[in-house]
């Protein structure tokens, strides 16, 4: 009981009332702005102050630093990929520039090439390009971009600077087909340049050559020899190559010997041909009309 009368809680407090404290703290701020912004008197506790809360506020930062650095890093990132995407662009375009130059270029001499093949042969002819290759097992063919229109007519030669490519087989105004010398539907008139014997080059090898059929034993043909059109018939002019004697074959059961060759002309090489406008009707329609 005694020590509670000794700790009697005091319940008012006395000092100077709160307007007072307020008037002195608002005199007191005043007096140092002033003083400070004259004489610079608390730059030193300014500095001070400033040191001892400088890692509070990089702390606070960080968050915000982190976030910028991984922001930047990223669009570092982005902008690398962007570049090397940009840069794998521009090698993909240039191949392809060098490329079609080449193929320009390689147009461009075989397109000389078949100038001089026209003076050579001294025959009115048009200048054909490939529009497509029809997909069919049994046949070789091409369809080309010209037909009636620029006087292309069935049972016309299809050549190239190598010689003979096919035939005419087929027109509409705009288009024509022709039949490569391989298929089973060509046969073409030939000479065998060595020595004149006049043969009959046929299609139709599943090996992609042409055969001489039927050949007596005492044919004087033999490996290496080339073959050139005869000018036999009128639609082939004469002295256009045609192909190269790989072998002779006989056949004692038969009798016969018959040759297989390899066409000088590169129809899978090129997409230019020329088309010589000789004859106007198809071999199959002038021997129909020709019978009887």
Do not use: C
Request: no cysteine.
């Amino acid at each position: 009981m005694q020590g509670q009368g000794h700790g009697t809680i005091r319940l008012f407090k006395r000092g100077p009332a709160a307007e007072v404290r307020l008037v002195v703290y608002v005199v007191l701020a005043l007096s140092m702005m002033v003083v400070d912004a004259r004489w610079r008197v608390l730059d030193p506790a300014r500095q001070v102050v400033a040191v001892a809360l400088y890692p509070f506020q990089r702390l606070v930062m960080l968050p915000r630093d982190l976030m910028a650095g991984i922001d930047n890093w990223t669009n570092a990132a982005s902008l690398v990929r962007s570049e090397k995407e940009a840069l794998q662009s521009q090698r993909i375009e240039l191949a392809q520039v060098a490329t079609h130059a080449a193929q320009l270029a390689a147009e461009n001499q075989q397109l000389r090439r078949l100038l001089g093949v026209v003076e050579q042969v001294r025959q009115s002819s048009v200048a054909v390009e490939v529009l497509y290759e029809p997909v069919n097992a049994f046949t070789r063919h091409l369809v080309l971009n010209k037909g009636s229109d620029s006087g292309i007519a069935p049972g016309m030669p299809v050549i190239d600077e190598g010689g003979i490519v096919g035939q005419i087989v087929r027109v509409t105004p705009f288009t024509s087909e022709a039949a490569l010398v391989t298929d089973e539907r060509v046969s073409v008139p030939v000479q065998v340049l060595r020595n004149g014997l006049r043969l009959i080059a046929f299609g139709g090898n599943a090996s992609g050559k042409v055969e001489v059929r039927y050949l007596t034993g005492d044919t004087d043909l033999k490996a290496g020899d080339v073959l050139v059109t005869s000018g036999v018939g009128g639609l082939f002019p004469a002295g256009l190559p045609v192909a190269q004697i790989d072998e002779v074959r006989h056949d004692p059961a038969t009798g016969f010997a018959m040759a297989e060759a390899t066409p000088l002309s590169h129809p899978e090489r090129y997409r230019h041909f020329l088309v010589l406008l000789v004859g106007n009707s198809d071999p199959a329609t002038e021997s129909e009309s020709s019978s009887p």
